[in-house]
């Protein structure tokens, strides 16, 4: 047993600690940028062709993709069976078979990322400066941080937002271009020819050899001003004459600030699969070198630290794991009244606990929100194999044997009751090992903890706790006993003679009491109908995700104005320390009418207030700013969401044909608007923003000698923040960005000033052979599988639960009678809802099941199991009814709670039967006789493991710590449950019993006399 101990001492401190088992989908996402490209050239040029090849990709399980302005992400989510390193190998592939579809002048490549875009960094770090213009902190910040961290183990993705890196600007006068016969594409070729980096070879000498080098790059603006882009009667012109050069950044739509100063913001995100603590230890080890690197003038601030809030709901589930101990060690001191005999329990338990550490460092598990709920509950568990054991054994002790001979018979008399108990409570668990997609996986490290707890605890049950029983109790006259042990005795005697009492009248009336039986079945069955139903706990974490939304055809400079103006409300909020926002197309985000703020809140311990309800206090302070609206979610550990959406629940709706697609889903949001369940509906369907069209007149244009391709050329040449040449460093490389000078991008009347060259070497305007005219667009065109999808995203109203929302919403989509061409559904979080509300009555089906198939084994009976079961729906009323009560919904933690509570409840019954067979089959009493001396005898043992069961659901149903929102339907379900079932069961099971012994008896070969038997049996 020492060796248990330290075995299981040692694994503990090399356990990992993360909030949740590491169960994500393996996910992959594919960004792309192209500047300048409408959404639908992206999606049509870009992400058709790379979706093309994804599809083909083996074990992919979903694929979605948003196109909007210069930008296509596409994520891939495969099955969680697949190796994400391997699917990695298949990304590359179809990437490499797509190239030749892609756009000839794609800047750069698609890149892929091992990392679900959904996922909230895990790390969140600020640059800022006092004295340094942002793009050189965004140059220190992409050359000394974020190409170091992305090289740390389990480190996903880091994304810089804020937009400012480093870039030679030329801002071109177009009516001076003109003016001199040229156009924008001169002005391009020439500065593609101006500045290159090339291989120029070497020199070899009879006996020295000498490098070629030359001055052929252009570092630095003022370098580019003295290029002569072309010669006009006999006189260089210089682009100096047309165009201002600058140093400035290389997309001037993004922009990040930390609160409300401007400054550059790193996102770390982990790759799915990692332990979150891991790779954010890795993160900040690694941070005081490279900050070292940085000049002094920039200052890195950490604003989202996501281990912060996991540490601590660790620690408070480690607190309520000793409080539990503490409270089950009171409860046996009270029924024992002995502190040898309490310390007897008092080892049994934290041994057991310890001694599953080591089993949980070779399985690879961690000490996770889950696995240390498994240990807590397990302490009601483990203790009643030690409480079984020494209650039977100092009955023998008090009937006069020495404690080595009653160590001895109790041992023997009680080793298959706990054999018993063992084998039925693991056989509750086994149903969990097979639940299917994440929410197995999840809960999968949970089951094996706690059966491997219950397993310890019973060999320590059969082997320590005899021979501690047989040196430490002994037998004490009552004049020898404290009078707190008086005392303890006279109340555990009262109880029973109570029992004994109450229990004669139950006896008396069994009719009446089978009715109850019935009842309570009847009750759990409208209970579970009726109760609201949830998937997982709403859990604090102290981050805030917001999403803020302007009218479609906002400019940048407006939306920033409206960005720090949403800022600046949050920060007045007096549970808000800080927060980070960025706009701007990046990648993360996709539009330029929306924006990010992730809000860091103070800890747990320091306000009054949970995430939810800083979210609904904010909410009117921020309707107040105009032309702007935040979307609000808590940040949570569990993530299934494959796409980022403005509200925490999606639906979205799917179809072949876009135009229908797009005249339903407004119908359809507008209609979950309306519905009372929900809140905040949102969508992703952006089809109002402005766009310029011209309409070219083909004739004029082919007179003229002005192709299509060159229009185009000549456009994107100057609104299209184009990169037409590249500067390269050591450490890191630059582009030189070409477009035409801001005061010809105000409005669309400055495609008038644009020229274009003709066939007579001339240039002409654009109005000569086209027409403009305004029209919507799309800001964004979303896939789900390769066809257009619009999706809905919604918050739950207060006092909704998601089960009722789902009703409604399916009840809302029947009721507009959408085309059978669109295909709706549920995604992410209200997907696996929808699972696994129609897998919770088949998952606590199969644990009765694979309870009365073990225990048919054990006892070699077909009757007995189904007296053992009966106890089970007093349970389910009991934990339902209390989750009702204390306004928690029905969700699948509260379902893990019911299935151990089928465990805890059939100890109960086992106890009294095993000693009613033992009666009828040794001394040859009758069942009546046999049943009615088993109650009043395990009494006492089974009081004390429901209270020690009890008590171990306590801390988690009264808990209010970091991520005690994860633990709390646990505890209030066994809590529940445990109150309701010990009060029925101890007069249910023994008239269950009987009427099942009459029913054998009636319906067996040798039970004529026994069908006389009388209906009631008699009380002496």
Not at 797 to 819: F, K
């Amino acid at each position: 047993m020492l060796g248990v101990l330290l075995a299981g001492a040692v694994a503990y401190l090399q356990l990992p600690v993360s909030a949740l088992p590491q169960v994500d989908y393996p996910t992959i996402q594919v960004l792309t940028f192209y500047p300048g490209a409408s959404p639908d050239v992206m999606a049509s040029s870009v992400t058709t062709p790379l979706e093309r090849q994804f599809g083909e990709v083996p074990g992919l399980a979903q694929m979605t993709s948003t196109s909007s302005f210069g930008a296509s992400l596409i994520t891939l989510q495969f099955d969680l069976k697949e190796d994400i390193d391997v699917a990695e190998q298949e990304v590359q592939a179809s990437i490499n078979a797509a190239t030749t579809y892609l756009p000839k002048d794609l800047p750069n490549p698609p890149t892929y990322s091992k990392v679900n875009p959904a996922d909230t960094p895990i790390l969140t770090l600020a640059l800022t400066s006092q004295t340094l213009p942002l793009q050189k902190v965004e140059d220190y910040a992409d050359t000394n941080l974020a190409q170091k961290i992305s090289q740390l183990s389990g480190v996903g993705l880091v994304t810089i937002s804020g937009g400012q890196k480093p870039a030679v600007r030329v801002l071109a006068n177009p009516l001076e271009l003109a003016s001199y016969g040229m156009s924008l594409e001169d002005l391009r070729v020439a500065l593609g020819n101006a500045n290159v980096d090339q291989a120029k070879g070497n020199l070899q000498g009879p006996r020295q050899s000498y490098t070629i080098e030359d001055n052929d790059q252009l570092l630095a603006s003022a370098n580019y001003l003295p290029i002569v882009v072309a010669y006009r009667n006999g006189n260089p012109v210089r682009l100096s004459d047309v165009a201002e050069v600058v140093d400035g950044a290389e997309n001037t739509t993004q922009a990040a600030w930390m609160n409300t100063e401007p400054a550059v913001i790193l996102n770390i995100q982990r790759q799915p699969g990692t332990n979150i603590i891991g790779v954010a230890d890795r993160v900040k080890a690694l941070l005081p070198q490279l900050q070292a690197s940085l000049p002094s003038s920039v200052r890195v601030t950490t604003l989202t630290d996501r281990t912060t809030t996991i540490r601590a709901s660790v620690k408070d589930v480690q607190f309520e794991l000793m409080l539990t101990i503490a409270l089950v060690v009171m409860v046996m001191f009270l029924f024992l009244r002995s502190a040898s005999a309490t310390i007897i329990p008092s080892v049994a338990v934290p041994l057991s606990i310890v001694g599953t550490f080591g089993v949980m460092y070779l399985a690879g598990f961690s000490l996770d929100n889950l696995s240390l709920m498994a240990l807590t509950i397990s302490t009601g568990f483990v203790v009643d194999d030690a409480i079984v054991m020494i209650e039977n054994i100092a009955r023998f002790i008090e009937g006069g044997d020495s404690p080595l001979q009653a160590a001895l018979k109790g041992s023997e008399q009680i080793g298959f009751t706990i054999v018993s108990l063992t084998v039925s409570l693991i056989a509750v668990l086994i149903p969990l090992l097979f639940m299917g997609d994440i929410i197995g996986r999840l809960f999968r490290e949970f089951a094996i903890t706690l059966g491997v707890t219950i397993l310890v605890s019973a060999f320590v049950s059969l082997t320590l706790t005899p021979m501690m029983c047989s040196k430490l109790l002994k037998h004490e006259e009552s004049w020898q006993q404290s009078r707190f042990s008086q005392a303890s005795e006279r109340f555990v005697n009262r109880m029973n003679q109570f029992y004994d009492k109450t229990l004669r009248v139950v006896l008396r009336h069994q009719t009446a009491t089978l009715l109850v039986t019935v009842g309570t079945l009847v009750a759990t069955i409208l209970l579970y109908y009726y109760v609201p139903k949830g998937f997982f706990p709403v859990q604090d974490t102290g981050v805030i995700l917001g999403i803020s939304d302007a009218a479609q055809d906002v400019s940048f400079d407006a939306m920033a104005r409206r960005q720090q103006a949403l800022a600046a409300v949050i920060l007045k909020d007096p549970d808000v320390v800080s927060l980070s926002s960025f706009i701007g197309v990046d990648g993360t985000n996709m539009t330029p009418n929306s924006g990010r703020i992730q809000i860091n809140l103070k800890p747990r311990d320091q306000r009054n207030d949970t995430a939810s309800d800083v979210i609904r206090r904010l909410e009117p302070q921020l309707a107040k700013v105009q032309g702007a609206t935040l979307y609000m979610q808590p940040v949570q550990d569990l993530s299934i969401e494959d796409r980022v959406s403005r509200t925490q629940y999606q639906y979205s709706i799917e179809d072949a044909d876009a135009t229908e697609l797009s005249q339903w889903a407004p119908r359809l949001a507008a209609k979950l608007a309306a519905l009372p369940q929900l809140r905040d509906v949102a969508t992703d369907q952006l089809d109002d923003g402005r766009a310029e069209v011209l309409t070219i007149d083909r004739d004029t244009a082919a007179r003229l000698g002005v192709l299509p391709a060159t229009i185009d050329s000549i456009l994107y040449d100057a609104f299209g923040q184009r990169q037409v040449s590249t500067i390269f460093t050591q450490l890191n490389q630059y582009h030189v960005v070409l477009e035409v000078d801001p005061r010809f991008q105000q409005n669309p009347d400055a495609l008038k000033d644009i020229y274009v060259p003709s066939s007579a070497g001339t240039e002409v305007p654009l109005s000569t052979f086209a027409h403009f005219e305004q029209q919507t667009e799309s800001l964004a065109v979303n896939h789900q599988g390769q066809f257009p999808v619009v999706t809905l995203s919604f918050n739950l109203a207060p006092n909704a639960s998601l089960g009722q929302a789902v009703t409604a919403i399916n009840t809302a989509a029947r009721a507009i009678h959408l085309p059978e061409s669109i295909h709706p559904g549920f995604q992410g979080m209200a997907q696996a809802f929808q699972s696994s509300l129609a897998n919770e009555p088949l998952l606590v089906l199969a644990a009765v099941i694979t309870v009365y198939i073990v225990l048919g084994v054990l006892y070699e009976s077909y009757i007995h199991p189904l007296t053992i079961l009966s106890t089970l729906p007093s349970a389910g009323a009991g934990a339902i009814l209390a989750l009702w009560v204390c306004g928690e919904d029905f969700s699948v933690i509260a379902l893990i709670g019911i299935i151990l509570l089928i465990g805890i409840v059939q100890k109960n019954a086992i106890m009294m039967i095993d000693f009613a067979l033992e009666a009828e089959r040794k001394e040859g009493k009758k069942p009546f006789d046999a049943i009615y001396q088993a109650c009043l005898l395990r009494f006492r043992p089974i009081m004390m493991t429901t209270m020690a069961a009890m008590l171990g659901g306590v801390p988690l149903a009264f808990g209010t710590g970091t991520g005690s929102e994860l633990r709390r339907p646990l505890g209030i379900s066994i809590v529940g449950g445990l109150l309701v079932s010990q009060v029925l069961t101890l007069y249910t099971t023994p008239v269950v019993y009987l009427w099942f012994d009459r029913l054998a008896r009636r319906f067996s070969h040798a039970g004529v006399a026994a069908a006389t038997e009388p209906a009631v049996d008699p009380i002496d």
